[in-house]
């Protein structure tokens, strides 16, 4: 894993970096500016895990807002994994399965 950029004050890491190989980039925005460097990955079909534990709910409403948008616009798609928590994926980039029913299914059992 190779940190990002962290002078702008993004707040990321992309995994599995390297020739031929899918790339996520787990990011956490200190502010709503940071967010662009998050729009690029995506636009370098890379997968962007959105965390935003934490954050200004106003401000974490407008990063959401601004990559689902991103995402709608390269054909990409939105998931929601946890509960501020979201997955932005390119075009070529399918996620299956749903997180929300796998955990209601785990606590069935408990």
Do not use: H
């Amino acid at each position: 894993a190779t940190p990002s950029n962290s002078s702008s004050g993004f707040s990321g890491t992309v995994l599995n970096s390297g020739s031929g190989k899918q790339e996520v980039v787990l990011f956490s925005p200190v502010t709503f500016n940071d967010v662009s460097k998050a729009a690029d990955f995506l636009r370098a079909k890379k997968a962007v895990v959105v965390n935003m534990e934490g954050k200004d709910k106003t401000m974490a409403r407008r990063v959401v807002d601004f990559m689902s948008g991103c995402a709608y616009a390269l054909d990409g798609t939105v998931k929601k994994i946890a509960k501020e928590t979201y997955l932005f994926c390119p075009f070529n980039m399918e996620v299956t399965g749903d997180l929300e029913s796998l955990q209601n299914e785990v606590e069935s059992y408990v």
